[in-house]
């Protein structure tokens, strides 16, 4: 079984969208998933309603504080805000391997309701290609 933990600020939106994405690239493998904030701030409503248009729910997901996970050996953690990467806690994970990539963070736009739309949609493609090609580098066969 191969431990993935995705962190970010506040495990509300691009940790919860990245999640989601490996959760299905990988279904049916022996991999367990988690996502983690330094803080937690809930599930972000455009998150979940963005990655519903792409057939993926991630309504049934928990905002989990990254101590939560302590005892688990990861063997990747994956950041994906500079925030994270830069004040994320030490974390006990034998030779895990450490990834990072900054994502656009949609939650943080203040404007209308479909420019709203439009960085969610940003962001999870973003993410999406991202953990597409996490998954053909790292999980093949």
Same mark, same amino acid.
Do not use: W
């Given at each position: 079984?191969?431990?993935?933990? &995705? @962190?970010?600020?506040?495990?509300?939106?691009?940790?919860?969208?990245?999640?989601?994405?490996?959760?299905?690239?990988?279904?049916?493998?022996? &991999?367990? &998933?988690?996502?983690?904030?330094?803080?937690?701030?809930?599930?972000?409503?455009?998150?979940?309603?963005?990655?519903?248009?792409?057939?993926?729910?991630?309504?049934?997901?928990?905002?989990?504080?990254?101590?939560?996970?302590?005892?688990?050996?990861?063997?990747?953690?994956?950041? &994906?805000?500079?925030?994270?990467?830069?004040?994320?806690?030490?974390?006990?994970?034998?030779?895990?391997?450490? @990834?990072?990539?900054?994502?656009?963070?949609?939650?943080?736009?203040?404007?209308?309701?479909?420019?709203?739309?439009?960085?969610?949609?940003?962001?999870?493609?973003?993410?999406?290609?991202?953990?597409?090609?996490?998954?053909?580098?790292?999980?093949?066969?």
């Amino acid at each position: 079984m191969k431990n993935i933990l &995705v @962190l970010c600020t506040g495990n509300s939106c691009r940790s919860q969208i990245a999640h989601g994405y490996i959760n299905h690239f990988l279904k049916g493998r022996n &991999v367990a &998933v988690y996502s983690a904030g330094i803080e937690t701030h809930g599930i972000n409503p455009g998150a979940a309603a963005i990655m519903k248009e792409d057939g993926i729910s991630i309504d049934h997901h928990t905002s989990n504080h990254v101590d939560e996970y302590s005892h688990i050996n990861f063997d990747y953690i994956i950041t &994906v805000c500079d925030h994270a990467n830069e004040n994320c806690p030490y974390i006990p994970s034998k030779n895990a391997l450490r @990834l990072h990539h900054n994502f656009y963070d949609p939650s943080k736009l203040e404007g209308t309701e479909d420019e709203k739309h439009t960085a969610f949609l940003k962001a999870r493609e973003e993410i999406k290609a991202y953990f597409k090609d996490f998954v053909s580098e790292y999980f093949r066969g």
